[in-house]
């Protein structure tokens, strides 16, 4: 068992696995130099090296969050029906759809 970069992940006869956690959000690409040696004595073990680069695929990991949990927003009375009152949005880290927001709105109790 070999360790390779970033202890995220070891080879053992040629296979890869993941041995730490993983977060699209925080690496999403990993290049890892990987070794092959044999075990021939003469003239010795030789060795050949490859570039593996592994691409973290998004997981929904994350809900949306607003800037904010309480936000107050201010309008005259009598506007306009149609009237803009302000901006009220989330942010999501996550990639895609699992990033897409989509936003209700009821009256709070
Ligand atoms: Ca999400
Ligand atoms: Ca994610």
Redesign the pocket.
Known sequence: MRTAYYYYYYLLSGEVFVAGGLDREDKDVYHLNISATDTGVLPGPLETVTMVTIHLSDS?????MFSQSVIELNVRENMPVGSRVGDVLAS???LGA??AVQYYMQEAG
């Open positions: 929904n990991d994350n809900p949306p999501d880290p996550d699992n990033a």
